[in-house]
């Protein structure tokens, strides 16, 4: 079964410094790789996936992410972050169901 | 499409007593997938349905908990009965089968 393991469960940073987010996963088979984000008292919405093609993924308010097969990863990353990118950030992996990691906490500070 | 609903946003209750938490998929998704929430645990998977049918209930944790899918277009969550440590936020989500899964707002259910 695939899982997921996202390596810092809090990520303090200064409003425009870049940013990235590691997601390590394990699965057996080809598999589907997301991020989302949760802003407080919200649920989750999605940032965005990686399904097949480019390894490269880009997605919503200037997040990116890499596939790296090799490594097993699918890093998130901003190059300059902004104080309302203060969130909770989960991966996910997704085989026959999607499981999500633990999650890692976002903090831009001014 | 106004997304996947959750009834309802809050529900405080005392122990003992039974609760329900309702959650209408988007139309045309044919998987829905019940998670609890806490501080302690992170992000449970609960239970997942495809076409209606429950496909891994591992996650439920005891036999208090029990999922039901009607319809299409319809699940319950019931805690039965329900405890204090049942305190989450318990989200449901849809999806078509391994594509992304679109959450619902949550339920935050305090049990007293």
């Known amino acids: 079964a695939q899982s997921v393991t996202q390596l810092d469960s809090q990520v303090p940073v200064f409003e425009e410094a870049p940013v990235e987010l590691r997601c390590n996963y394990s699965s057996s088979v080809s598999v589907y790789l997301f991020w989302y984000v949760q802003y407080p008292n919200q649920g989750l919405q999605l940032l965005l996936k990686y399904l097949s093609g480019s390894t490269l993924v880009k997605g919503i308010n200037g997040f990116e992410a890499e596939f790296n097969k090799s490594q097993t990863s699918f890093h998130l990353r901003k190059p300059s972050v902004h104080i309302s990118d203060t969130a909770e950030y989960f991966c996910?992996?997704?085989?026959?169901?999607?499981?999500f990691g633990a999650g890692t906490r976002l903090t831009v500070k001014p | 499409d106004a997304g996947v609903i959750q009834s309802p946003r809050h529900e405080v209750t005392e122990m003992g007593q039974e609760v329900t938490l309702r959650c209408k998929p988007i139309s045309g998704h044919n998987s829905l997938f019940w998670y609890r929430q806490t501080m302690m645990r992170g992000l449970e998977l609960l239970i997942y349905?495809?076409?209606?049918?429950?496909?891994?209930d591992s996650g439920m944790p005891e036999d208090r908990f029990s999922a039901k899918m009607p319809n299409a277009s319809f699940s319950t969550l019931k805690i039965q009965p329900s405890e204090p440590r049942d305190s989450a936020v318990y989200f449901c989500?849809?999806?078509?089968?391994?594509?992304?899964?679109?959450f619902g707002p949550g339920t935050r259910l305090t049990v007293l």
């Open positions: 996910a992996v997704s085989e026959s169901d999607m499981r």
């Open positions: 349905f495809n076409n209606n049918v429950p496909i891994d």
């Open positions: 989500a849809s999806s078509l089968v391994n594509n992304e899964q679109f």
